[in-house]
């Protein structure tokens, strides 16, 4: 299984930027299809984006496409969430775990503990 920390979260206004580092410390991260996830107050975590092990293919949520970009650092073992143009409904706890099924949208390892992104208007 791939250990994974999540960081770089926090307070940010509507229409400003944060982004989000999804360390691993184990090999197998090289080789492994990597997403990010969501889970608001209240709400079912929801899939955000997810990258390709090469990083050549990327997926994101409707909700997401024209804002987030993820991004992969294999040397250094890191995934990246570049989330510009925030709003409030992207507050949440985000999530990154390995991934797997059609368009790499099913989490397959365990969860890590996350990071909070609050966004306020």
């Known amino acids: 299984q791939v250990q994974l920390v999540e960081s770089g979260g926090g307070l940010v206004q509507a229409g400003g930027s944060l982004r989000l580092s999804c360390a691993s410390s184990?090999?197998?991260?090289?080789?492994?299809?990597m997403g990010w996830f969501r889970q608001a107050p209240g709400k079912e975590r929801e899939f955000v984006a997810a990258i390709s092990w090469r990083g050549a293919t990327t997926y994101y949520a409707d909700s997401v496409k024209g804002r987030f970009t993820i991004s992969r650092d294999n040397a250094k073992l890191t995934a990246y969430l570049q989330m510009n143009s925030l709003r409030p409904e992207d507050t949440a706890v985000y999530y990154c775990?390995?991934?797997?099924?059609?368009?790499?949208?099913?989490?397959?390892?365990?969860w890590g503990q996350g990071t909070q992104v609050t966004v306020s208007s």
């Open positions: 184990e090999r197998a991260f090289s080789s492994s299809a």
């Open positions: 775990n390995a991934v797997g099924g059609l368009g790499y949208s099913e989490p397959i390892g365990y």
